[in-house]
């Protein structure tokens, strides 16, 4: 089936305005994430959610971050009066949600942020 | 938190085989994975070892866990120009992946 899709794939903004960021996770996974690779580094883990379960959002650098799910589907990464060092790839995963086995992370393309 | 480290850069000859190393310091890590980014493109899942394992071969992939030194490798056997990519290692415990910082493989002819 399809994979995890994410839209935007490229966003440039200036300094002070508001993103918004969207994940397509697989059909049927119910948990999901949000990670964001800097220039030449590793993944950094943002925010988890898993079924109506409260979220895992203790990766979040800041209180301009926030994101929401809407029940097993769509999810929206906000990112409110955007600075320079929010510009990044930010990555969105999904994973069929089984905690108890390895629970494999498939990742979307990402979307690239730039902030002037 | 976890750390995971990997090597930053390998260069290999076309043909020879790869070793990229990685060492991670969560003892309770149940899954390590290996993924591939290839420039602009996201993440591809390549293999991933259980914690009670200590190797994993599939096709041209060697996966070797020790886990008593927490270190993992992977091994491509016969390396190809299409390996070129950076590879991460991640550590899985409860539902969190941590990554290395990835390493850049450079296959030249």
């Known amino acids: 089936g399809a994979g995890v899709s994410q839209s935007p794939s490229n966003k440039v903004t200036e300094k002070g305005k508001d993103v918004e960021l969207r994940c397509d996770p697989i059909?049927?996974?119910?948990?999901l994430y949000w990670y964001r690779q800097r220039l030449g580094q590793g993944l950094e883990f943002l925010i988890y959610f898993q079924g109506n379960s409260a979220p895992d959002k203790s990766g979040l650098p800041s209180d301009r971050f926030s994101a929401e799910r809407t029940g097993e589907s769509v999810s929206t990464l906000t990112i409110q009066r955007t600075q320079q060092e929010d510009s990044a790839v930010y990555l969105c995963?999904?994973?069929?949600?089984?905690?108890?086995?390895?629970?494999?992370?498939?990742f979307g393309p990402g979307t690239r942020l730039t902030v002037l | 938190g976890e750390d995971v480290e990997q090597s930053l850069f390998l260069s290999v000859r076309e043909g020879d085989s790869s070793v990229i190393n990685c060492t991670y310091t969560d003892s309770s890590s149940t899954y390590l994975y290996w993924y591939k980014q290839e420039p602009g493109a996201g993440l591809q899942l390549l293999t991933y070892i259980f914690s009670n394992m200590d190797m994993k071969q599939d096709q041209r992939l060697t996966v070797l866990l020790n886990k008593k030194d927490k270190h993992l490798s992977l091994r491509i056997a016969d390396t190809q120009t299409g390996d070129s990519a950076i590879y991460f290692c991640?550590?899985?415990?409860?539902?969190?992946?941590?990554f290395g910082a990835g390493t850049t493989v450079t296959v030249r002819a």
């Open positions: 995963a999904s994973s069929p949600g089984r905690q108890r086995v390895g629970d494999t992370q498939y």
């Open positions: 991640a550590d899985f415990n409860d539902y969190k992946l941590s």
């Open positions: 059909s049927g996974h119910t948990a």
